[in-house]
């Protein structure tokens, strides 16, 4: 198995690199790969358990700890011979400074054996475990987890905003009605007391205008 590499990009769409992709000196012994789901509870009256609600997929998340070590320990020799706090550096370019062109920080690809990962920094972690006579650190274990990140582009290329199978945010409009909401998405205007209680709205009545209104799938 090859090096695990991070290439940082200018543009959400993955095409434009900001810096050359990166090797880690050390692959990482473990690689955690986080993937979840979003539901809305609709609390029945009575009901012990509430129905839960699909509303949408969570960002995957991708967590993995690296090595920078310079006291020739490392089976490489040209990194080895490199200062750790240049490594740390090179690594905080692609993952945490800003990128003037993107006008934030970069988005972030990393490859590893069979792993692609498409995303941006959630947290970086960086501990210094050994320094020389000279104050000088040695060796840094760093803890990165990552969020994903997917263009709208790609987004709507997978979902249509239209489509029956994607729960959205609707913003009520003046003299719009709940009833009138439900038959427009859904053709069904009796399933507005479903949509309130997924809402935990009182009722389904008065609602004022730019109420942010949770319009999950449901079905006749």
Do not use: W
């Not at 050994?130 to 987004?155: H, K, M, N």
């Not at 009796?190 to 009722?203: D, E, K, P």
């Amino acid at each position: 198995m090859g090096k695990m590499t991070v290439t940082a990009y200018q543009d959400e769409n993955f095409s434009k690199k900001s810096k050359t992709a990166m090797e880690l000196p050390v692959n990482p012994e473990k690689v955690k790969l986080t993937k979840g789901i979003h539901y809305a509870e609709d609390k029945r009256l009575g009901s012990l358990n509430g129905t839960n609600t699909y509303v949408r997929y969570r960002p995957e998340t991708l967590r993995f700890e690296c090595l920078f070590d310079a006291t020739n320990a490392m089976d490489d020799e040209e990194v080895a011979k490199q200062p750790v706090h240049d490594l740390v550096d090179a690594l905080e370019e692609r993952l945490y400074d800003y990128n003037t062109e993107a006008h934030r920080p970069s988005y972030v690809k990393v490859e590893y054996g069979d792993i692609t990962f498409f995303g941006q920094l959630k947290t970086l972690e960086t501990d210094y475990t050994l320094f020389g006579p000279d104050g000088i650190p040695l060796r840094a274990e760093l803890r990165v987890t990552l969020t994903g990140y997917c263009s709208q582009q790609e987004e709507k290329s997978r979902f249509s905003k239209h489509s029956p199978d994607v729960s959205r945010l609707v913003t009520l409009k003046e003299g719009q009605t709940l009833a009138a909401l439900c038959n427009e998405i859904y053709g069904d205007p009796l399933l507005v007391g479903q949509v309130a209680r997924i809402n935990n709205l009182n009722g389904y009545r008065n609602i004022p205008a730019g109420t942010k209104i949770l319009m999950p799938m449901l079905k006749k």
